[in-house]
């Protein structure tokens, strides 16, 4: 598993978690974490710098694509 992969598997359980939260009733927590995963997308589109995958680059390797 290489740090680009688990952040994408990552984002992808948390937006799955987020729609079953909104279904569950749970709007409130659902539109929060929302709010965060968009403003961490945010960031990584204008800096190009993506806080998940800076703290999984310390414990994963990077990915070798090739």
Do not use: D, H, Y
Not at 18 to 35: E, M, P, R
């Amino acid at each position: 598993m290489c740090v680009e992969r688990l952040q994408r598997i990552m984002m992808a359980i948390m937006l799955s978690l987020i729609v079953v939260l909104f279904f569950s009733g749970f709007i409130k927590v659902a539109v929060v974490l929302q709010a965060i995963v968009i403003a961490m997308l945010l960031i990584w589109a204008i800096t190009n710098f993506c806080p998940s995958i800076w703290v999984l680059r310390k414990i994963v390797p990077p990915c070798q694509w090739e």
